[in-house]
């Protein structure tokens, strides 16, 4: 998975890229004019980050090759994942958007889970630099998730007291760091998942 941070508005033809494929901002009238072989995504309506973020969803959705989906998780993020496995998907991803924070968490997917029992899956990983600015870490599952059990361990292996929230929507696990105690980027986190 990664996550495409649109905290600024976007510009037309500024491109976005996952893999091979390559999205292009165009803000000219349906049916529109970007570069040949890339995939349009119509900010023909505005170029904000509300209207950006939700048509580089549908971009993404009706359009790609790579088995991936996309959905907005908040006003300026865009989480993308792969429905396959994703412990041996390491796509790389980068865009040329100008504007401030415009950006993907990092320059491949990351945070594959492990596989397991079916309909149990655990994943596990420190967060990057982005997820500890914005205070939250996103996990995909390859099921919809009922259950949830988190573990926070510090760098040298000691269990920390987390106690932020954890919200499920469908197979994504989102921890955010709301509570007293949070995880850093030196923490390992462990999300057990259960169908």
């Known amino acids: 998975m990664n996550v495409l941070r649109l905290a600024s508005n976007v510009a037309d033809g500024e491109i976005i890229t996952i893999g091979g494929e390559v999205y292009e901002i165009d803000t000219a009238a349906d049916p529109g004019s970007i570069t040949a072989g890339r995939i349009r995504v119509n900010c023909s309506s505005g170029v904000t980050p509300t209207v950006a973020s939700a048509q580089f969803v549908i971009a993404l959705n009706a359009n790609t090759?790579?088995?991936?989906?996309?959905v907005a998780i908040s006003?300026?993020?865009?989480?993308?994942f792969t429905n396959n496995d994703s412990s041996a998907i390491a796509l790389p991803c980068s865009e040329?958007?100008?504007g401030a924070n415009n950006a993907w968490a990092t320059a491949a997917f990351?945070?594959?889970?492990s596989s397991g029992v079916r309909g149990l899956r655990a994943a596990q990983r420190s967060p990057n630099a982005?997820?500890?600015?914005?205070?939250?870490?996103?996990f995909v599952f390859p099921f919809a998730v009922s259950a949830v059990l988190v573990q926070v361990r510090s760098s040298t292996g000691a269990a920390k007291?987390?106690?932020?929230?954890?919200?499920?929507s469908g197979q994504r696990v989102t921890l955010d760091n709301t509570g007293t105690t949070d995880w850093a980027a030196t923490?390992?986190?462990v999300v057990l998942a259960s169908a």
């Open 110 to 113: 990351y945070g594959g889970e």
């Open 187 to 189: 923490d390992n986190v």
């Open 130 to 138: 982005q997820e500890v600015t914005i205070g939250n870490m996103h």
């Open 75 to 80: 006003v300026n993020e865009v989480l993308v």
């Open 65 to 70: 090759t790579l088995g991936l989906t996309a």
């Open 161 to 168: 007291a987390w106690d932020g929230v954890t919200t499920v």
């Open 96 to 98: 040329t958007l100008a």
